[in-house]
């Protein structure tokens, strides 16, 4: 893979992983410009003045207070020349399935060195995704009949509960109704048979869903 006019962006809330992960990538030389960001409404804000120029994005799967799930289709409708690559430390089997059902088209482990980014971009370049070596291992011991069972809505919501928003903060942030909101909450519960709020949040934090 030769130096085009394509752009990386690393998106971490984790400033100094951030920088030392960016200063990594540019030593790569592959990209015209690599740039450091922080949130995601910094992401939308670039990808909205930039929605023709191919992007790499590395995004961490971890993002304040949310994971970076529902940003993967948010990022694929502003750009559609973005490649994402989740960037992760995660050794769940249920979350690592989570990840791979969007479809994102790179996902490396937080630890990967420079020959698995190497590697990474030029099979992503090639048209195939990948997935890092050590991500592959957990795939390969997981039980794919095993999914977490919540829509990319539900794990929305689920984020704003995280952050212990009420229901009708929760609607207004997802442009839901309440009652729409209470019937989301509701059928979470009956997915995994529990029968509270705190019991909800319980499972999604025990596999890494928020």
Known sequence: ???????????????????????LI??????????????????THFLIKHPKTPIYLF???????????TLINEVKRLNRQTMVIIMSSTISP?????ILDYKPHGFISKSSGFET??????????GNPYICPIISDIVEQTDHTVKIP??????EILQHFA???????????A??????????????????NVNSITELLLYARKYELI
């Open 150 to 155: 919540f829509t990319a809505r539900e794990l």
């Open 26 to 43: 540019e030593r790569l030389d592959l990209f015209s410009a690599v740039h450091t960001l922080n949130d995601k409404k910094e992401l």
């Open 175 to 192: 442009h839901l109704s309440k009652h729409t909101i209470v019937a989301h909450r509701r059928k979470m519960m009956s997915k995994i």
């Open 59 to 69: 995004l961490d799967y971890y993002l304040k207070n949310e994971t970076s799930l």
């Open 117 to 126: 980014i190497l590697q990474c971009m030029a099979t992503i370049g090639q």
């Open 1 to 23: 893979m030769k130096k085009t006019d394509t752009i990386a962006i690393v998106l971490d809330d984790h400033l100094l992983f951030a920088d030392s992960f960016s200063a």
């Open 163 to 173: 952050q212990g928003l009420s229901i009708a903060h929760t609607a207004e942030k």
């Open 94 to 98: 249920k979350t690592v399935t989570n």
